[in-house]
DNA sequence: AGCGGAATTTGAATCGATCCAACAAAAATG
DNA sequence: CATTTTTGTTGGATCGATTCAAATTCCGCT
């Protein structure tokens, strides 16, 4: 016998219960959201009517504008959504985000959107309490629209020199003197490097005018790591062969087709990113050289993965977890504070590196 | 100059926007969004008014109240949030579910808890327009809290017997039957399953009478399609040692020690998932037994990782990514009904499995 | 019966926007 | 100049809950 008004499914609110169950909304509401206050026999007639009439409990949007705090942080990103679970880096990183939001009950959110168009709304509309932001590419316009939501955020990786913003990264120069180091005492002595972007959607060899005006911090700091170090041992810098790529196979491949095309192959590479050194090995191998006895390499960043290669990958370590454990706990207990963290890295030497060859 | 009240950080509400640039609170509202209707002048100033208070744009609290959609489809699990990204066949699933989420231009909001109460919670108070579900333990609560909600939901995996909730899932007898036939095929004689749940929290060798309580009728039908091939290869499948595990590292090694503790060691192993597949194959590279040499074995899922272990594992393969996009499409374009697909599998033959040694 | 205090319940206010019918002003038409 | 159209603006209603001060009811006690 159902009205034609009630045929449309207009979903029930908390004020129907109230009125079928003959209280206010007032205490309809507790019933949900504080039983322990309304009197039990009151309690149990609400709940049956609410039974009875298919509610579906109070609707988290409604209860949200009110409270204010969603509870869930947003994790952005300019990469496809994918990107948070192919990347072995970006995977390291949300785990410890997630350690740090299951400790507190928070949810996570993934923003993403490849054109620019959806971002700028992806960003917007995102329903967090704040934003952890990986900055690959098209890093300094996603800070730009997060800025806008005047919600905590927190930028991580390569970041920029905008001091007004949180961020937490790692000691780039110090953990590129490392691996420099390592190779120079090797007896290496003609090098390549492997690098992230200084600037957004470039590849290439790079010169010396893009390392001036580099966007992406990071990269330059890891290049000036890897530089000092190699200029202490005597090194000619100005002869390294930098090329750029975007952290992935295609510009990888590239990189290393350019870099050995040129006289002089290098018996070293410094790769930024433990991404690009895996490629490399697998590229190494296929051209037939071998690793480390024709050419070490050292990666950035110690993704599990590259202790499975072969040879296993030596590498810059970044406590990955642990910055993403930071990260959403500067979200979660945000003070509105701007707060900039700078890791250590750890030194992790494996098979991939060796003497130089004899000439 | 500011005055006390200003003092408090109490954010800026479009209706204060409105004030200050004398218009109603419509026009303001529809400066942000729908400018085209609003007078360029009018528009401007109000756009002015806004920058110069720092305002952050309507805030999606509101909005959402309004719209009623969320535009995000979330995803939940017993397991805790960092399943999402290290789980092989998880991210697989994810990688599927983000393609239709970025496509369409949806966000995912990652729901879990380990601990029910929390699970409930958070469950109830997701911002979400619907969700896919991840049965892997606790798959029932799940469902029915998910029911409670009202929103479209899809359960993934190992379904029930439930016809009222829509789930995809595989053809589970089919590809057990091609695992066990490839193996008998290969001359085995003496087979142990590694097995996936039947019920929640449960290890330990299965016995019929737990096979028939099953609650997961996955499970159930893996193990069916196992034995009737076998069957029909004249095996005594009474005799098959059948151990539960919960798809990790340590029950899974438990289920190997004491599988090969029994007199008559097996010479060939049908896991439930690639993941105790793999763990398999470790644990007899340390006992000293060859794969496939000395036993072979053939996992089921067809994750990644399955195709760079060594041996490189042969296994059934489900689509995982297509599940993930048809899941999330379910979300995506809900119209009401109950949908339940069952998808195919694939038999991935590599180098885990060979003929059966000769006695 | 009368009183004080604790336990419940009420209902208006609020959270922050969007929508839309009605109105006003400006422009086009006869 | 009067009338229609077009274009913009207004302000009240609404989305679905929670909160809190005030009002009411309940209870034990003298």
Same mark, same amino acid.
């Given at each position: !016998? ?5 045929? &449309? ?18 205490? =309809? #509401?507790?019933?949900? #959201? $504080? ?16 039974? &009875? ?62 054109? &620019?168009?959806?971002? =700028? ?28 939501? $005047?919600? @905590? ?26 691996? =420099? ?7 290496? $002595? ?101 690793? @480390? ?24 370590? &970044? ?23 700078? !890791? ?16």
């Amino acid at each position: !016998m159902a009205s034609l008004l009630e045929g &449309q499914a207009r979903p029930i609110r908390l004020a129907d219960i109230a009125r079928a169950a003959g209280v206010s909304h007032g205490t =309809a #509401s507790n019933v949900f #959201s $504080r039983p322990e206050i309304v009197r039990a026999e009151v309690r149990e007639r609400v709940k049956a009517v609410a039974e &009875q009439m298919g509610y579906a409990g109070p609707d988290p949007k409604g209860r949200l504008l009110r409270a204010g705090k969603v509870n869930a942080i947003g994790v952005a990103t300019t990469e496809p959504l994918s990107y948070f679970f192919d990347d072995p880096f970006a995977r390291v990183m949300m785990a410890g985000i997630s350690e740090a939001c299951d400790a507190t009950g928070a949810g996570i959110a993934l923003v993403s959107a490849a054109n &620019q168009e959806k971002l =700028a709304w992806n960003v917007q509309s995102a329903l967090v309490d704040g934003f952890i932001l990986f900055c690959i590419e098209g890093g300094s316009r996603l800070v730009d629209l997060t800025r806008e939501r $005047r919600l @905590p955020f927190v930028a991580l990786e390569l970041g920029f020199q905008d001091e007004t913003v949180s961020a937490i990264g790692v000691d780039n120069v110090a953990g590129a003197r490392l691996a =420099a180091r390592h190779l120079a005492e090797f007896g290496h $002595r003609r090098f390549a490097v492997l690098s992230l972007g200084f600037a957004d959607n470039r590849t290439g060899f790079v010169t010396p005018e893009v390392v001036r005006s580099a966007v992406y911090t990071g990269t330059r700091d890891r290049l000036a790591g890897y530089f000092e170090e190699l200029s202490g041992f005597g090194i000619d810098t100005a002869k390294i062969p930098v090329y750029e790529t975007e952290n992935e196979e295609k510009s990888t491949r590239a990189g290393l087709e350019a870099i050995f095309a040129r006289g002089e192959p290098p018996t070293a590479i410094l790769a930024m990113s433990d991404r690009m050194a895996l490629i490399a090995i697998d590229w190494l191998r296929a051209r037939g050289l071998a690793v @480390p006895d024709d050419v070490s390499i050292v990666g950035f960043d110690g993704v599990p993965d590259g202790a499975l290669s072969t040879p296993p990958l030596t590498t810059i370590a &970044q406590p990955i977890t642990e910055i993403g454990r930071r990260a959403a706990r500067m979200i979660l207990d945000h003070d509105g504070a701007v707060r900039r963290e700078t !890791m250590g890295v750890e030194f992790v030497v494996r098979g991939s590196t060796g003497p130089a060859p004899k000439v």
